[in-house]
């Protein structure tokens, strides 16, 4: 309809030969056009449909050349472009502010049942699973050169989540921690950008370093103990409580504050440099446990806001209560009716093994030692090593099962069904405990798992990138 137009146009545009994506942009374009010709030519005014129509054989004719002209292309298939935003409806338009409202909202849906019915998102606070799974966990730097640079800093947050903690003296004398009543940390809250995500508030432990009289404050994770850190780092021990056993005190010592080291610091010297590690952020499959019932073995994920009330209603002795509602992970060791017992073996008890963190014992579940996974072999056998020679080397990082709590040695502890004559909830229990035995606070403590508050099982360590990344065991 419009061929002269079509070649004064083509004259005037200085040629460049088309790119493959430039071609490919006008043919959809074109598509479109020729698309709402077809489906709105009753609709349309005679004018309009004379101009989309010969925008349509333009930028066609263009397509045709050969070479293709880059500029004439792009220039004819913005006139289709224009036409089709005047009378395109809705077979062409360009979001508005409230379709990409509802693109968000139909996309948050989609993660939120995805999350609820199949797949949850869980990051590992604690080291109580350890060496199954880990939390958080720190790497501490001895001297000021072995502290990463920027570049260094970035590649450890990609690829192990590390955030870096570093303290110079800003003045010169000797170290001391500066304690907080009973404690060596107080709470606090901390905002934007220290905040979780950068921007919502987050509880942390802040400790108060002090040298030449001057405070230098560490802010570090609430979950994270910066105390087994301390000792170590200036101690050579695990316990801080015993740091002024290696550590002598000034003479006369206030109690308000613990001397670290003899070492004259001077002002710009490294006092404390570390990295804390992210603990695993795995994949909880929730879909499973609606076709199989949880079973001793599993590394369960489950929340504990009713755990405390189950207990009571069905007369649990519980040493503790957790008071509080949050996402736990312990691996389930006993299933409804089970019988449970830790035994001690005889040796234990007079060949000087270090019970501070717990009596050792060896987990029988139904009149056999436990069995299944590997942890349950790993733990037991620790038990049994130290058994034959307290001073056994570990082969791995697995401590050995504790006897203590509801698990103290040769008691025997059974698993209520749903139909006990004691359990008035009518709800199946498990008993669950953390693979790093010295270090978990877990049903031995609390109590059984109702049945209801169990969300699914680990089964995908997807970050960060250390050897545990991978399917769950």
């Not at 220039?75 to 472009?81: G, Q």
């Not at 613990?258 to 879909?287: C, H, M, T, W």
């Not at 040695?409 to 693979?435: E, H, Q, W, Y």
Request: net charge neutral.
């Amino acid at each position: 309809m419009n061929d002269k137009n079509s070649n004064e146009s083509s004259h005037s545009v200085k040629f460049k030969k088309a790119t493959r994506a430039q071609k490919k942009g006008a043919k959809e374009v074109l598509r479109l056009g020729q698309k709402v010709f077809d489906y709105r030519k009753d609709l349309l005014s005679a004018e309009d449909l004379n101009k989309l129509f010969s925008a349509n054989a333009d930028l066609k004719s263009a397509l045709q050349q050969k070479p293709v002209n880059g500029d004439l292309l792009e220039l004819k298939a913005k006139e289709v472009d224009q036409e089709l935003q005047k009378n395109g409806g809705q077979y062409y338009h360009k979001k508005t502010w409230v379709e990409n409202v509802e693109m968000l909202l139909v996309a948050a849906i989609v993660v939120i049942g995805i999350r609820s019915f199949f797949v949850q998102p869980f990051i590992i606070p604690t080291n109580s699973m350890y060496p199954s799974f880990s939390g958080m966990q720190p790497f501490v730097y001895n001297e000021e050169d072995e502290t990463p640079g920027f570049v260094g800093r970035c590649f450890d947050k990609v690829l192990l989540g590390a955030t870096h903690f570093k303290i110079n003296a800003e003045n010169s004398g000797q170290l001391y921690l500066k304690l907080q009543g009973q404690m060596s940390f107080r709470f606090d809250d901390s905002k934007f950008p220290e905040g979780r995500f950068f921007i919502f508030p987050a509880t942390v432990r802040e400790y108060v370093f002090e040298v030449g009289g001057k405070e230098h404050v560490l802010r570090v994770p609430a979950e994270f103990d910066l105390d087994e850190l301390i000792a170590k780092k200036f101690a050579g021990i695990d316990n801080l409580q015993d740091l002024p056993l290696i550590i002598s005190q000034d003479q006369g010592y206030p109690s308000n504050r613990l001397k670290l080291s003899e070492r004259q610091y001077q002002k710009g010297d490294l006092l404390l440099a570390f990295d804390i590690l992210l603990g695993d952020a795995l994949f909880v499959d929730r879909f499973s446990y609606n076709f199989v019932h949880p079973k001793s073995g599993d590394p369960a994920v489950f929340r504990t806001g009713t755990i405390d009330d189950f207990n009571r209603q069905i007369g649990t002795p519980v040493v503790s209560q957790i008071g509080e509602d949050k996402y736990y992970i312990k691996r389930l060791v006993g299933e409804p009716g089970d019988i449970l017992e830790m035994k001690v073996p005889e040796s234990i008890f007079t060949n000087g093994t270090d019970v501070r963190k717990g009596v050792p014992g060896i987990l029988y579940r139904n009149g056999d030692p436990v069995d299944g996974v590997n942890t349950f072999s790993r733990n037991n056998a620790r038990t049994e090593e130290l058994a034959r020679n307290p001073d056994t080397i570990p082969k791995d990082a697995y401590p050995g099962y504790r006897a203590e709590g509801l698990l103290t040695n040769r008691s025997i502890l059974k698993v209520p069904t749903k139909d006990d004559s004691k359990n008035p909830t009518g709800k199946k229990a498990f008993f669950a405990m953390g693979d790093n035995s010295t270090d978990s606070l877990d049903g031995r403590a609390w109590g059984f798992v109702p049945e209801d508050e169990i969300i699914g099982r680990a089964f995908l360590v997807y970050y960060p990138f250390t050897k545990r990344w991978g399917l769950a065991d």
